[in-house]
C-alpha cells in the first residue's frame, strides 16, 4: 500500500479526480495532515465516509512504524522508525529554549564512509522517498503537545489551527527537560528548525529532499522559514552549486573534519576523488548566490585531527571566507578507534581559531544517554540482542557533560 506522502499534489489531484471528487479535497486532507496532526484517514471526519474508506483502501498516511522511541534526560527524543520495506531510519527531535528541531535522514545508510560515523558503517542501502522524508518531519511535530489544542479531539483542534501558531509558549524560559514533564500541559507545538544532517549524504539525495522541504516550508505545509532549515553535506561540489542556483534561503553546513587533503582523505574517503579546494569553491559560490553564511562542520576526534597545527591550518583555510566553524567533539562509537579530544586540546583549538577571527562554536552534546549521534540507535537494533544490550548500557552511563566555548 502506497504512503500517502509520496504522493506528488498533481498525482493526487488525479486520483480524486479519478474518484469523481472535487479538488478542494486535497486542500481538506492536507490541512488534517500537516494542522490536524492526522495520522488515520477516519480522523478526517469533514471528508465523505466513502471517500474515507477509498483513501484507507490504497493509501497509508504514515508508511513507518515506530520500531522504537527513546526519550533523553536532556529533553531529547529519538525515533528508529521501520519502514515498508523493513529498513530502518532515526529522526531526533532536540528541544533548546524556544527551539524545537528535527533532525532527519535522507539515505537507509550512507555511501560517503567517514571512518568516525555510524551510520556509514554498513554502507548504503537506499535513497528515502520524499514521503518518507516528510514523514520523520510529521512523526516528530507530532511528539511536541498542540499548545493551542492540547486534549482537543482531532476535529476541534483543526477548528482552530491558525488561529495563534505563532504564541510564545507557556514553557518558555524552562529548560527543556522541564517543559518535557510538563507535556501534556500545555507546551509549544510547531517544529522551529529542520537540520538535515541524520543517516545519509542529503545532497545525493537532492530531488527527494527538495520535494520535502517545498512542503515543509509551504504555509499549507508546516509552515517553517527557509531559513531555519539547515542542510549539511559531506562536500559534492556540483550539488552544491546546483542548491545555489535555486536561490533559496536554507543553510548550508558543509562537513570538513580536516584543513588538508592529505587529511581529509583519511577521514572522509570520497574526498579524493574531490578535494578540499574544490569543496571550499563551490561553498564560496553558494555564499554568493544566496548571501547566506556558510558553516563548516569539523568533527574533532583525539590525535588525528585535533592537534595545534590542524588549528593553524584550518584558520589559514576559512580566515577569508564568510564562514562558521562548528566544532562537535567525537562522541565514541562502540567497534570504532576514535576517541573525544582532551578538554585541554579542544580549548586550546578554539583559542587558535579565534584569535584568527573566526567565528567559533562547540556543539553542546544532547541525547548522549540515548544513543542520539547519527546512526548508533539503528546500529544497536541490526546487532545481535547481547551486543545490543551492552551498546545501551555503555552509553547510558556516558559523561552527560554538556560542553558550550
Ligand atoms: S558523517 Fe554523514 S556523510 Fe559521513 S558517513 Fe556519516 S551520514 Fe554519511
Not at 222 to 245: F, Q
Not at 318 to 334: G, K, M, S
Not at 370 to 389: H, N, V, Y
Request: aromatic letters at 4%.
Amino acid at each position: 500500500m502506497r504512503a500517502l506522502l509520496d504522493l506528488t499534489a498533481e498525482d493526487f489531484h488525479a486520483w480524486l479526480q479519478a474518484q469523481g471528487q472535487p479538488p478542494l479535497r486535497a486542500r481538506q486532507v492536507r490541512r488534517w495532515l500537516f494542522a490536524g496532526r492526522a495520522e488515520s484517514f477516519e480522523q478526517m471526519t469533514d471528508l465523505p465516509l466513502a471517500l474515507r474508506q477509498a483513501l484507507a483502501a490504497q493509501f497509508q498516511v504514515f508508511g513507518s512504524r515506530i520500531a522504537r522511541h527513546l526519550r533523553s534526560c536532556d529533553g531529547t527524543n529519538k525515533l528508529l522508525l521501520r519502514l515498508t520495506d523493513e529498513q530502518l531510519i532515526e529522526c531526533v527531535l532536540l528541544l533548546e529554549d524556544d527551539r524545537h528541531t528535527a533532525c532527519i535522514s535522507t539515505q537507509v545508510g550512507c555511501g560517503m564512509g567517514c571512518v568516525f560515523c555510524a551510520s556509514g558503517l554498513a554502507g548504503f542501502e537506499r535513497n528515502l522517498t520524499t514521503g518518507e522524508i516528510l514523514e520523520q518531519l510529521l512523526r516528530l511535530r507530532n511528539l511536541l503537545p498542540d499548545e493551542q489544542t492540547a486534549g482537543m479531539n482531532p476535529a476541534a483542534r483543526l477548528q482552530t489551527a491558525g488561529m495563534n501558531p505563532a504564541a510564545r509558549p507557556k514553557t518558555a524560559g524552562m529548560n527543556p527537560a522541564a517543559r518535557l514533564q510538563t507535556a501534556g500541559m500545555n507546551p509549544a507545538a510547531r517544529l522551529s528548525h529542520i537540520v538535515v544532517m541524520g543517516m545519509g549524504e542529503p545532497l545525493a539525495n537532492l530531488d527527494n529532499l527538495l520535494a520535502a522541504l517545498d512542503v515543509a516550508t509551504a504555509k499549507d505545509g508546516l509552515g517553517l522559514g527557509a531559513r531555519h532549515v539547515t542542510i549539511s553535506t559531506v562536500g559534492l561540489p556540483a550539488k552544491m552549486r546546483r542548491l545555489a542556483d535555486l536561490k533559496k534561503q536554507y543553510h548550508l553546513a558543509v562537513s570538513l573534519h580536516a584543513p588538508n587533503d592529505a587529511l581529509r582523505n583519511q577521514i572522509v574517503p570520497t574526498n579524493d576523488r574531490t578535494g578540499i579546494a574544490a569543496i571550499l569553491d563551490a561553498a564560496d559560490y553558494f555564499y554568493a548566490q544566496t548571501h547566506r553564511q556558510v558553516t563548516y562542520e569539523y568533527v574533532l576526534l583525539r590525535g588525528l585531527n585535533d592537534q595545534p597545527r590542524h588549528a593553524e591550518e584550518l584558520a589559514r583555510l576559512l580566515q577569508q571566507r564568510q564562514a562558521h566553524l562548528n566544532l562537535i567533539p567525537f562522541n565514541d562509537v562502540e567497534g570504532l578507534p576514535y576517541q573525544r579530544p582532551e578538554q585541554a586540546s579542544l580549548t586550546d583549538f578554539v583559542a587558535r581559531l579565534r584569535r584568527r577571527g573566526l567565528v567559533v562554536h562547540v556543539r553542546k552534546r544532547k541525547g548522549a544517554d540515548i544513543d542520539a549521534a547519527c546512526g548508533q540507535l539503528r546500529r544497536s537494533a541490526l546487532a545481535p540482542r547481547g551486543e545490543q544490550a551492552l551498546t545501551l548500557s555503555r552509553r547510558g552511563a556516558e559523561d552527560r557533560r554538556e560542553e558550550r566555548e
